[in-house]
């Protein structure tokens, strides 16, 4: 597979129940991010990380746990979620977090829909 | 505050006609301009950037942008559309942090008339 890929693409849960998404890269970047898309809303960045390591937590609740063991893999552990959560999350890879100038690829998305 | 926005939240134009869609930035400082786009259960790809330069910048597909300071405007254009552009369209601006993060516009779903 080549690009940035998410899985899964389609996701229902009830407010109680534990979920991960995945996120893997294979463009070799040491950037990646997760970003959520609700419907009438701009993108909206969420983590950031560089080398694995979190470099920018966008005010998300605590409800959202991201993880990254590896340059090329990221993760979002989601736990009670609220109806509102339910969106279109995005994963972004850059070959850098901090140079601006960098593009930022993006995967298909996971659609979550929170019951 | 940085900012983007994407006047029109829906166009449709007839095939084989020119395309513009409109973003308006507000960013304190020279910006970095990107337009992304979506087809339907993909996601973004990007079409074109600014940085500095020549404010004409060409793009995949056969779009460009136009990046104009003085109106703080970054339209995307297309001289001929094809069916297969229905996309939506986002316009973003950066970096806002230290980290590359991109500001991003509410979006323009672009439909194409037969």
């Known amino acids: 597979e080549t690009g940035v890929t998410q899985t899964p693409r389609h996701l229902v849960m009830g407010m109680t129940n534990k979920k991960s998404l995945k996120c893997e890269q294979h463009?070799?970047?040491?950037?990646m991010y997760w970003y959520k898309q609700s419907a009438k809303k701009p993108l909206e960045l969420m983590f950031v990380?560089?080398?694995?390591?979190?470099?920018e937590n966008n005010s998300v609740p605590s409800r959202f746990s991201p993880e990254c063991p590896n340059s090329s893999h990221l993760f979002l552990h989601l736990h009670t979620l609220q109806p509102e959560d339910s969106a279109l999350y995005l994963c972004?890879?850059?070959?850098?977090?901090?140079?601006?100038?960098?593009?930022?690829?993006f995967g298909p998305g996971t659609r979550l829909t929170v019951l | 505050a940085q900012s983007v926005t994407q006047p029109d939240i829906h166009i449709t134009v007839s095939e084989g006609a020119s395309l513009e869609l409109r973003c308006n930035y507000s960013?304190?400082?020279?910006?970095?301009l990107f337009w992304y786009v979506q087809s339907p259960g993909q996601g973004l790809q990007l079409l074109l950037k600014?940085?500095?330069?020549?404010?004409l910048v060409q793009g995949i597909k056969g779009f460009e942008a136009e990046f104009k300071r003085s109106q703080s405007s970054f339209n995307l254009r297309k001289p001929s559309v094809h069916w297969s552009d229905a996309a939506e369209y986002f316009c973003?601006?950066?970096?806002?942090?230290?980290?590359?993060?991109?500001?991003f516009g509410q979006g323009t779903t672009l439909q194409v008339k037969p």
């Open positions: 972004a890879s850059s070959q850098a977090a901090g140079v601006h100038t960098d593009t930022q690829y």
């Open positions: 463009l070799g970047h040491n950037a």
């Open positions: 990380y560089s080398l694995e390591e979190r470099v």
């Open positions: 960013y304190g400082a020279t910006p970095y």
């Open positions: 600014y940085f500095s330069g020549d404010t």
């Open positions: 973003a601006v950066g970096p806002s942090s230290n980290t590359g993060k991109l500001i």
